[in-house]
């Protein structure tokens, strides 16, 4: 693993496999006798590795940027070898203690209210699902969820799932929720994006915050992407009004260094999610005074994922945090003020933190077109997304590793893409 | 990790703190600058390991046994360091294409029908959660779903979530689901368990498979914990029937030593799950042919969860996990048969797989106290239930390095304590 990322700029980003191509390759049944470790890794450098896509490759600038640490990747070793299972108190103290107290340093870092009660899910479409059945326990009825019409595909799925309404309100030209159409009437839940996947729009926060608390309506913040940019002070006041929500989403293995997969919860309303999942079977009842953390979820089990956002927490701490977000930061800037200064292309959309929206000054097809050739090469990955009608290019920076000269990169082979349209 | 392993056996299975203690122990905020990864080991034994209760101990005994197996470990490692993101199919093929083939090789081992379509969850809790939506689509106005009374409590939390009526049908003498009290009417699916949570019990899975047939209900089957023994020829006689199941969960994370987390979801109606969870917002549109296991579950972000599966598939092969499930049951039967032996003592339940369900001839309450001082010991950690209306101890088998040394211990404790009484 330490040679793989090593190198693993120099590995095509996007792989150049079929659909079928790796399946192929692999043995049609599980062997009878066992076999070696070194089988499994000699088979993942020769059979899996080219149908790898590198999300580890400080070249990635699709959808948006990742990274796994090395102290996150240590300590998903930990996490396995020792296999602590979070159903009660007992069967984990360590487990549950750790996610308490690394949840409380993680909401302090991001200025959040003290004593807000948080945890830990897989991945944000858990986090927003179970937020929203926590919004319609709290307000039977009302089977009405609102957001923009740029929030994620995750709020769609858990409406779906838990047949609520969802109206979309329109945006304004930056692409934030327009709260002169917003209508609370038969509402269980807002959200507010802060950061949208599309183009890291940030919603009317404050605004819709109030408006909810006067309209009794469950307010929810999605910050999966941009909340850890809640670290630096000079990106904090983007989140004004994120402290008075009844629920916020961040996910720590997107932009914060933590593998996948860490989605981290918060609530001022713990009781509401215990009165929504608690439930405790005779097989499961203890005499204890403390309650669980799978008290206020769905899943009842629960792996040692705070261990790793322990881990990551404390060997970047506080300032590395909040210098690799800078950076990225700064480096997006940099990228923007290429595009701004060249007229062959045009930027799309307001840059938040570190995602630029942009596109050649051509027609859809032809950025598609672009975007096609600049991904089979392999060098980068980008990915697109449809901005007021119009197909538009993203540059998603977030990995630990990207320099630079890899920005650099990304927009040589763009520029070098574009002439052969 | 390794020397960990080495002398797990050695430590109290259940820890001896306090609620808190852990807790107390950490500091109250992340810390400003980085500290090396050594710090964190030395942490994790200095102040994590008195709280953590060891599943990966011999002499865990409690709820189900299970194992975080050692290629499984270094398996997590690799998924960790590889970062894999499973969303469309191109952000990762190898993830879908290998977990469609772990899935195959499983399904094969299990003797499941060819064809059966599988993917991977993090829990059973969400594998009947997304089955019983998937149900609940099938047969539009049917809000009923009916489970024995033993049923496992993630039923009872997805029908709450998904707003269906759970009618638990009684047990006969053997803690089997009755089907003369079956009534399908109203209902959108049925669910039979072969392994109960309390006792192992297996339902009447080809009676029930039968019904729901012939009335058109969506038939599941949760064998998340026994499931793993359908590997042995010898036991395949309890699953008979589930083959003709809409959807089966089983869970490699509990008997096949896959470390915490992996459950396996089958179903032969793919499309069902498909037209309920499918939704593919723009910004994830892309050229492609080839649908995504995305498309099929809740979560959009897949961890690279199949590398681990394919990895004990592999290191142990087809007849080392026989091997391993098949002692498993030698020793629950032996020491069933030394409580049978005993006249201090009674077999509460029978015994099919590794449970074994038993209690001491006196009070419940004497039943109760016992087991504390079992726990308190820290030797060995067992669990209880409740079979009837009395309380029973539970002795589950289950870990991959438990010996009959190991068995014998727990019996030596049991009698021991039983003394006190």
Redesign the interface.
């Known amino acids: 693993?330490a040679s793989?990322?090593e190198r693993v700029h120099e590995l095509p980003v996007?792989?150049q496999?079929v659909?079928?191509?790796?399946?192929a390759a692999?043995p049609?049944?599980?062997?009878?006798?066992?076999?070696?470790?070194s089988?499994?890794l000699d088979d993942?450098d020769a059979v899996?590795?080219?149908?790898?896509?590198h999300?580890?490759s400080p070249r990635w600038f699709?959808?948006f940027a990742?990274?796994?640490s090395?102290?996150?990747?240590?300590?998903?070793?930990?996490?396995?070898?020792?296999?602590?299972?979070g159903?009660l108190?007992?069967?984990?103290?360590?487990?549950q203690?750790?996610e308490?107290?690394t949840l409380?340093?993680?909401a302090?870092?991001f200025g959040l209210p003290a004593g807000v009660h948080g945890h830990i899910e897989?991945?944000a479409?858990?986090s927003t699902?179970v937020a929203l059945?926590a919004a319609r326990a709290a307000r039977p009825g009302a089977r009405v969820v609102v957001c923009s019409e740029h929030a994620?595909?995750?709020v769609?799925?858990?409406a779906?799932?838990?047949?609520l309404e969802l109206r979309k309100v329109p945006v304004d030209d930056e692409f934030r929720l327009r709260p002169d159409l917003l209508d609370l009437d038969g509402v269980c839940a807002a959200i507010a994006t802060i950061g949208t996947?599309?183009s890291t729009s940030v919603d009317p926060v404050e605004t819709m915050a109030k408006r909810c608390e006067q309209e009794g309506v469950w307010f929810h913040v999605d910050a999966a992407y941009a909340g850890a940019a809640a670290v630096c002070p000079e990106l904090r006041h983007h989140f004004t009004g994120w402290e008075r929500a009844d629920s916020i989403v961040v996910n720590p293995h997107k932009w914060l260094g933590v593998?996948?997969?860490c989605s981290t919860l918060w609530t001022q309303r713990p009781e509401v999610f215990r009165d929504t999942?608690s439930?405790?079977?005779?097989?499961?009842r203890v005499d204890?005074?403390?309650g669980s953390l799978s008290e206020y979820t769905?899943?009842?089990?629960r792996?040692f994922r705070a261990l790793?956002l322990?881990?990551v927490?404390?060997?970047?701490?506080?300032?590395?945090l909040e210098a690799r977000i800078r950076e990225h930061v700064r480096l997006a800037a940099l990228f923007e003020a290429w595009v701004r200064d060249d007229d062959r292309w045009e930027v799309v959309a307001p840059r938040h933190f570190s995602l630029v929206c942009f596109r050649l000054r051509a027609s859809d097809e032809e950025n598609e077109r672009l975007l096609e050739r600049v991904n089979a090469s392999g060098e980068v990955y980008l990915?697109?997304?449809?901005l007021a009608g119009a197909y538009a290019l993203?540059l998603a920076i977030g990995n630990f590793r990207t320099t630079e000269d890899d920005v650099r990169l990304a927009w040589d082979v763009l520029n070098r893409e574009a002439v052969r349209a």
């Open positions: 693993m793989y990322l996007l792989p496999v659909p079928g191509e790796i399946r692999l049609a049944s599980a062997p009878d006798e066992p076999e070696p470790f089988a499994i993942l899996l590795l080219p149908g790898l896509t999300s580890q699709a959808y990742i990274t796994g090395e102290p996150g990747i240590l300590a998903e070793l930990l996490i396995a070898g020792l296999n602590q299972l159903i108190w007992r069967t984990s103290p360590a487990l203690e750790l308490e107290v409380d340093w993680l302090q870092l897989d991945t479409s858990t699902l059945a994620h595909s995750s769609d799925k858990a779906k799932l838990l047949e996947t599309s593998p996948i997969d999942f439930l405790v079977p005779e097989y499961l204890e005074e403390v769905q899943v009842l089990g792996r790793k322990w881990a927490l404390r060997c970047y701490g506080r300032s590395g990915s697109h997304t449809k993203r």
